[in-house]
């Protein structure tokens, strides 16, 4: 009698995120939508909160942020988060596979080719430049102005022990992005949001890069976790701090109302915290400070709008 044949369980990697809901998709759909890192939407989070904090600041006096204007900015930042992981992904596919968390990615897996990769990647840019073309002429060519960032980041970590100060220069776009789709222009109100995104994420994406700096080390990928190691603690602090300085002179210039120092406390607050108390040896505790940046994110959001609206 013959037997069934045996089903191999499906690759996935480790830091893919339990039972979520791109387990429950068609199979041939699953590894694209892992390579876009759609089961971990903290990183679509970070992308869009400076797109959100500069949309609130640049609305006019006593007005709310332009509901349609936030939603474009989700859906943008959920589709180039997801081509950028994937460039990523294909630049770091030979070093993925020697590094634990992520030799279980799909490409060094070899559920998704090259080629097929490229062709996703593709249609994720184009999902992108059509949300862009609904803004205005200006805010185009500033979004445009973007790929270089995001085109470089994935070679930095060859090159640099600083690739979490070029991956800020990208991940924040959005904060004078944001600012130029609703006024047509750049303010310094934007400009010191963005320098204080930039901040914001050296020190959040250190935290990150503790979880990998074994293996990092061993196969010669360089980052600030490396750079800094026993001074990281003191590293956050700074640029936490100097993060904090920065939204308050944004905001100071915009005069929003008390609700924005109120919420602006209480963001510093949870960046002290996060400075204070994390364990840059313990990988669980850094991936769960990482993804509390979020939550600060969005807190600093209901700030600037509220502080906009009252002010």
């Given at each position: 009698m013959p037997t069934a044949p045996i089903a191999t369980p499906e690759l996935k990697p480790a830091d893919a995120a339990p039972n979520s809901w791109v387990d429950r998709c068609p199979s041939g759909l699953r590894p694209y939508l892992r390579l876009a890192r759609a089961d971990r939407p903290i990183g679509i989070w970070l992308l869009m909160l400076p797109c959100w904090w500069s949309t609130a600041l640049a609305a006019p006096a006593g007005r709310l942020p332009d509901v349609g204007l936030l939603i474009l900015f989700f859906i943008g930042s959920a589709v180039m988060r997801g081509a950028g992981c994937t460039l990523n992904d294909i630049a770091d596919r030979d070093i993925d596979a020697q590094v634990a968390r992520t030799r279980g990615r799909p490409l060094p897996s070899g559920a998704v080719g090259v080629k097929a990769a490229f062709a996703f990647l593709g249609l994720q840019a184009l999902a992108g430049l059509g949300v862009l073309l609904t803004l205005n002429g200006f805010t185009i060519w500033l979004g445009i102005a973007s790929l270089v960032p995001v085109a470089v980041y994935p070679f930095m970590k060859?090159?640099?022990?600083?690739?979490?100060?070029?991956?800020?220069?990208?991940?924040?776009?959005?904060?004078?992005?944001?600012?130029?789709?609703?006024?047509?222009?750049?303010?310094?109100?934007?400009?010191?949001?963005?320098?204080?995104?930039?901040?914001?994420?050296?020190?959040?994406?250190?935290?990150?890069?503790?979880?990998?700096?074994?293996?990092?080390?061993?196969?010669?990928?360089?980052?600030?976790?490396?750079?800094?190691?026993?001074?990281?603690?003191?590293?956050?602090?700074?640029?936490?701090?100097?993060?904090?300085?920065?939204?308050?002179?944004?905001?100071?210039?915009?005069?929003?109302?008390?609700?924005?120092?109120?919420?602006?406390?209480?963001?510093?607050?949870?960046?002290?915290?996060?400075?204070?108390?994390?364990?840059?040896?313990?990988?669980?505790?850094c991936l769960a400070k990482f993804k509390a940046n979020a939550r600060m994110g969005f807190l600093l959001f209901l700030a600037i709008a509220a502080g906009q609206y009252l002010a």
């Amino acid at each position: 009698m013959p037997t069934a044949p045996i089903a191999t369980p499906e690759l996935k990697p480790a830091d893919a995120a339990p039972n979520s809901w791109v387990d429950r998709c068609p199979s041939g759909l699953r590894p694209y939508l892992r390579l876009a890192r759609a089961d971990r939407p903290i990183g679509i989070w970070l992308l869009m909160l400076p797109c959100w904090w500069s949309t609130a600041l640049a609305a006019p006096a006593g007005r709310l942020p332009d509901v349609g204007l936030l939603i474009l900015f989700f859906i943008g930042s959920a589709v180039m988060r997801g081509a950028g992981c994937t460039l990523n992904d294909i630049a770091d596919r030979d070093i993925d596979a020697q590094v634990a968390r992520t030799r279980g990615r799909p490409l060094p897996s070899g559920a998704v080719g090259v080629k097929a990769a490229f062709a996703f990647l593709g249609l994720q840019a184009l999902a992108g430049l059509g949300v862009l073309l609904t803004l205005n002429g200006f805010t185009i060519w500033l979004g445009i102005a973007s790929l270089v960032p995001v085109a470089v980041y994935p070679f930095m970590k060859r090159i640099t022990y600083w690739p979490q100060a070029v991956l800020g220069i990208a991940f924040n776009w959005g904060a004078l992005v944001g600012w130029s789709a609703v006024r047509g222009d750049l303010g310094w109100p934007a400009i010191l949001l963005y320098l204080a995104g930039i901040l914001w994420t050296l020190g959040y994406d250190t935290i990150y890069a503790h979880q990998d700096k074994e293996d990092d080390a061993v196969v010669g990928v360089k980052s600030t976790a490396l750079r800094l190691g026993a001074k990281t603690r003191g590293f956050l602090w700074a640029v936490y701090g100097g993060m904090v300085v920065l939204v308050g002179i944004s905001g100071a210039l915009v005069g929003l109302g008390w609700p924005f120092w109120l919420g602006l406390a209480l963001c510093a607050a949870h960046l002290a915290w996060q400075a204070a108390v994390t364990d840059f040896d313990d990988g669980a505790e850094c991936l769960a400070k990482f993804k509390a940046n979020a939550r600060m994110g969005f807190l600093l959001f209901l700030a600037i709008a509220a502080g906009q609206y009252l002010a």
